[in-house]
Every structure is written in structure tokens, then in C-alpha cells.
């Protein structure tokens, strides 16, 4: 039962057909991992009284203002849209507030500082992607549409949500505004409790509007699927991918890239720009809390890659990216 109260449990798996994983390796491994006695705490780190960018200021056509809230919460405008994804706002990563993964640093933006909530993409039902304090208050606020993978409308059903379209692998729903919006494959695995372990799907999504394309990842190890996505919906002008959570490499690599296998995902998509996600926010596994960013910056050099073509961003910033 304590597992249960550190979310996620990694376990190694790759994704099998219709959310049902294939393990490779033992739970027994993974909690001898977890409570090691040696493992290091991450710094707590304070809010930036003055982030960078205004997230109420719409984007000019052909361009995108993305902020970066934490881990893998980002709030995208386009000209017509406002998406938020994988919204964490809570203060741990667990289905309890007294026990889990703690934040090392408050969102960067507060909720209630942002605009109206048009659409959520939610990837998957791990505590550190789907927060039901977060959705409750999304949904009381704005009660926007939800696109999910297969299997999570149950849980979004608890907080109210029920504008939501469940996707397989590859299948595509369209907005009224002509946005269209398909879910892509990933190496992960869902669990919200010891017992539900692959009963619900993951992936990333990929939003196309009018000529342009916009990608965010979810959580996935790395593998065949990134040049899939690519080869079968285009390359994006702009990939949201995480560089976090990787160590140590033996449990963590059937489920979760590390930055170097990020870049590798960027290049295999033709992605023209990229933001990294899903570091610095939660302890969730060995790496220091100023790895993910450092690593990823010596992967690009090493790919041969622009500086400005695989960024992080500042905890709060807004910056427009051109598409």
C-alpha cells in the first residue's frame, strides 16, 4: 500500500497494444530503488517574483506564446485557441497532500493569473499528469473541452469534467475552430492505484492549425515511434518533449527519455523547434535538479544543433515561437 502513495511507480514496460504494457523487469526491483536510504533531496527553490513575458497577451498570427508552469503543465495561446496540459498546480505529485513527491518549486504561474482555459490535453493518469485539485478547479473556473487517450474519461468524470473525447493511438478529433488534434503513440504505462495498472491509455498529442503543427510528448522512453509520428503526421514547428526523470537508466529507460534521447526525438520528428519539460519540479527519480537542462544543452551540441533549436524555459516565462 505504501507504493501506492509514491506515484508514479516506475515499472519497466513498453507499451503494448491498447494500453496493455509488456514488463520487463520487477516491482521488487523498483521499491528496493525507491527507499534506498542514500538517495539525495532536491533543493527548494523560490518562485521568480517577476517571470519573463505577459501570459494574457495573445500571439500574432504565425506564432505560438507558450509558458512554462512546471514540470509538464504548459499554458499554449494561439491567436484562436488557449490550452493548458497536464495541469499541476498542487503542492505534491500523490492522491494524498500529506505524503508523495513534493514540489522544489511553486508553479510558476498561479492558476487564478491565467486567462480563460479554452481546451486540456491531458496525456495520461500518473499524479504528476492528471491532478484532481487542479482539474476541479480548471472545471469550476472555465469547464473546457478535454483530449485524453482511451480510458480516462472515468477519472475526469470524479472532478466534473465531461467535455471530454477519448482518443486510441492515431485517431484525430477536430475543434470548432478547424483545429485539429491526434494522439500519438508512447513507451509508458498508466496506474492511478496498485490495481488499474494499464487499464487506461497514454500518449502526446499532435495539434495541427492551418499550416502549422504544434507537439507536446507526454511522458514516453525512447524508440521508433518518435520517426513514426513524424513520417505519418509531418514534422512540428514546435515539440514540447521531456528531458527529466531518467536515472537510474536500468529502471527508467523503457518509460522515460533522458536529454540525449530527447534530442534524438527532436531530430527524428524533423522537429524545427523544441522546449524541454518534465525536470526540475518533482523528485521523481536519481538526477540532480540541474541535470536535465545541462544535459540537454551538451546533447544538442553534440547533434549539431542550433542553440535556439532544443530550449528550456525560465519557471513562469513567456516567450512567442514563431511557426
Known amino acids: 500500500m505504501e507504493a501506492a502513495h509514491i506515484p508514479p ?11 496493455k504494457p509488456r514488463k520487463r523487469g520487477g516491482l521488487i526491483s523498483i521499491l528496493r530503488w525507491r527507499f534506498r536510504e542514500d538517495r539525495q533531496p532536491w533543493p527548494v527553490l523560490p518562485p521568480d517574483p517577476a517571470p519573463a513575458g505577459d501570459p494574457h497577451r495573445l500571439p500574432p498570427p504565425g506564432a505560438v506564446s507558450v ?37 522544489a518549486r511553486p508553479p510558476g504561474r498561479a492558476f487564478r493569473d491565467l486567462p480563460k482555459i479554452d481546451l486540456l490535453l491531458l496525456s495520461h493518469n500518473h499524479y504528476d499528469h492528471m491532478d484532481f485539485p487542479s482539474l476541479r478547479a480548471i472545471r469550476r473556473r472555465d469547464d473546457p473541452v478535454v483530449v485524453t487517450p482511451l480510458g480516462n474519461a472515468r477519472h475526469l468524470a470524479k472532478v466534473g469534467l465531461n467535455r471530454v473525447t477519448e482518443l486510441d493511438w492515431w485517431g ?37 492549425t492551418g499550416r502549422h503543427q504544434i507537439f507536446f510528448a507526454g511522458d514516453s522512453g525512447h524508440g521508433r515511434h518518435w520517426a513514426t509520428i513524424g513520417q505519418r503526421l509531418g514534422s512540428p ?47 521523481l527519480t536519481d538526477e540532480p535538479i540541474g541535470a536535465p537542462p545541462r544535459d540537454m544543452a551538451a546533447a544538442r551540441a553534440a547533434a549539431g544543433l542550433a542553440d535556439d533549436a532544443f530550449v528550456t524555459l525560465g519557471s513562469g516565462e513567456t516567450r512567442l515561437f514563431s511557426l
Not at 174 to 200: C, E, K, M, Y
Open 9 to 19: 511507480v516506475p515499472i519497466p514496460v513498453e507499451a503494448g497494444p491498447k494500453g
Open 67 to 103: 509558458t512554462f508552469i512546471g514540470h509538464s503543465s504548459f499554458l499554449i495561446r494561439l491567436p484562436n485557441l488557449t490550452i493548458l496540459t497536464d495541469p499541476v498546480f498542487s503542492d505534491r505529485c500523490s492522491p494524498v497532500s500529506w505524503a508523495g513527491p513534493k514540489r
Open 237 to 283: 514547428d514546435l515539440a514540447l518533449i521531456p528531458i527529466g526523470a531518467y536515472e537510474p537508466r536500468q529502471i527508467m529507460a523503457a518509460v522515460h527519455v533522458n536529454p540525449a534521447e530527447a534530442v534524438a526525438a527532436h531530430v527524428a520528428m524533423g522537429a524545427r523547434q523544441s522546449i524541454g519539460m518534465h525536470f526540475g519540479t518533482f523528485k
Open 172 to 208: 484525430e478529433t477536430r475543434l470548432a475552430d478547424g483545429t485539429s488534434i491526434t494522439v500519438t503513440p508512447a513507451r509508458h504505462f498508466s496506474a492511478r492505484t496498485l490495481w488499474d495498472r494499464g487499464q487506461s491509455l497514454w500518449g502526446g498529442f499532435m495539434l495541427k
